[in-house]
């Protein structure tokens, strides 16, 4: 399908789009975009210019600063805690391939959370049916799920 819009002439030269967008936005002397890359999610935010901001006036442009400020504290939050909450998890399975017969507690340890956390990871986990957990709490062992 990419090369019917290639052959269309509406792709230029493959790879070259986003290096394209900066070079618009430093020609139109705008602020360069922030690239947000997820797993399956590619985001370009293109900030506004600092003139735009005055030409809105200093009471609009300070409303308007303020809410992109906000919006972007809350952005990178979220992404924080999803990345974190990826890597923890990436760690457990990890650590459960290594010893299955590990406990919640030496899981805490090894990572640095508290014991809940770890509840917490192993229900997300078990949830998601990338581990199950064979036998007893005291006696049983942890089976890492193909993906």
Same mark, same amino acid.
């Given at each position: 399908?990419?090369n019917?819009f290639?052959?269309?002439?509406?792709?230029?030269?493959?790879?070259?789009? !986003?290096?394209?967008?900066f070079e618009a936005c430093q020609? @139109?002397?705008?602020p =360069?975009p922030?690239i #947000?890359y997820?797993? *399956? #999610?590619l985001?370009?935010?293109?900030p506004? @210019?600092p003139? $735009?901001? +005055?030409?809105?006036?200093?009471e609009a442009?300070a409303?308007l600063?303020s +809410?992109?400020d %906000?919006?972007?504290?809350?952005?990178t939050?979220k992404?924080?805690?999803e990345t974190?909450? %990826?890597t923890?998890?990436e760690? !457990?399975i990890?650590l459960?391939?290594?010893?299955? =017969?590990t406990?919640?507690?030496?899981? @805490?340890?090894?990572l640095? !959370?508290?014991? #809940?956390?770890?509840? $917490?990871?192993? #229900?997300k986990?078990?949830a998601?049916?990338? !581990?199950? *957990?064979h036998?007893s709490t005291? @006696?049983?062992?942890? %089976?890492v799920t193909?993906?």
């Open positions: 399908m990419t019917t290639f052959r269309a002439g509406e792709v230029e030269a493959w790879g070259r789009g !986003i290096q394209r967008i020609n @139109a002397g705008t =360069a922030i #947000d997820k797993p *399956h #999610d985001w370009l935010e293109f506004f @210019a003139e $735009y901001l +005055k030409a809105l006036g200093q442009g409303a600063v +809410k992109l %906000e919006t972007t504290q809350k952005t939050q992404t924080t805690q974190t909450q %990826e923890t998890q760690k !457990i990890t459960l391939l290594a010893n299955p =017969a406990t919640r507690v030496a899981l @805490a340890k090894a640095g !959370i508290t014991a #809940d956390g770890v509840k $917490y990871h192993l #229900d986990l078990r998601a049916g990338k !581990i199950r *957990h036998g005291k @006696a049983g062992h942890w %089976e193909p993906e």
